[in-house]
């Protein structure tokens, strides 16, 4: 069984769309990351939830917004998608916050 | 100046080198990170830890707060080792974290 799942793997679109990213963990984690990696491959914090609380919202334009229905499901919705939404965006989740991370294998999405 | 700086940027190593990476920060930290991403793109957890020292297999970090210095080692080198090596510290009240710009580790055979 995979420990933290996001789905889909590729996500190719238009500008302008609006796309979501799946993400679930079965480890029973109480907190759950949402990361995105640049195309020089650098890593950025963009939000964190505790118990299906925001705890971290870093300066993303308001067209992210990340729905947690339960503790083990972190959703990304992005609205009117731009060329430079495209990135691998990365799920994450640790027992506690600021504990050891397990991580998603990525969803590469292209913005065309 | 990145908070987080990484070195060296890029290494290449034969079969069986002991390697060193190296991470240096500038903030005030509550634990330090080390990941792997594979050049198939999925990240791992190596390590997180926030004094002395820890192993795990061929694998070593430690870190040394009052210098704001943190190595990971990794001793007889194997091509499979060959990956992306991610330093991150935990800083700020909610934990942030703060990533360096990577290590890409080549050991060849």
């Known amino acids: 069984d995979t420990a933290v799942s996001q789905t889909p793997k590729y996500l190719v679109t238009q500008m302008g769309n609006d796309k979501s990213i799946k993400c679930e963990q079965n480890?029973?984690?109480?907190?759950m990351y949402w990361y995105k990696q640049d195309s020089k491959k650098f890593l950025k914090i963009m939000f964190s939830?505790?118990?299906?609380?925001?705890?971290i919202n870093e300066t993303v334009p308001n067209r992210f917004s990340p729905k947690s229905p339960d503790k083990a499901h972190l959703n990304l919705h992005i609205n009117s998608l731009e060329l430079g939404d495209s990135a691998v965006y990365f799920c994450?989740?640790?027992?506690?916050?600021?504990?050891?991370?397990?991580f998603g294998s990525g969803t590469q999405l292209s913005v065309l | 100046k990145n908070e987080v700086e990484q070195s060296p940027q890029n290494l290449t190593a034969q079969e069986g080198e002991f390697i060193t990476i190296n991470c240096s920060y500038s903030?005030?930290?509550?634990?330090l990170h080390w990941l792997q991403q594979h050049p198939g793109g999925g990240i791992v957890s190596l390590f997180m830890?926030?004094?002395g020292k820890k192993k795990h297999g061929r694998l070593i970090a430690t870190i040394n707060i009052q210098e704001k210095h943190s190595s990971l080692h990794i001793t007889a080198s194997h091509p499979r080792d060959s990956a992306v090596y991610i330093c991150?510290?935990?800083?700020?009240?909610?934990?942030?974290?703060?990533f360096g710009k990577g290590t890409k580790l080549s050991v060849k055979p």
């Open positions: 480890l029973g984690h109480d907190t």
């Open positions: 994450a989740s640790s027992q506690v916050t600021r504990g050891q991370l397990f």
């Open positions: 903030v005030g930290i509550s634990a």
């Open positions: 830890l926030s004094s």
């Open positions: 991150a510290v935990e800083g700020g009240s909610q934990g942030n974290l703060i």
């Open positions: 939830y505790n118990n299906k609380e925001l705890i």
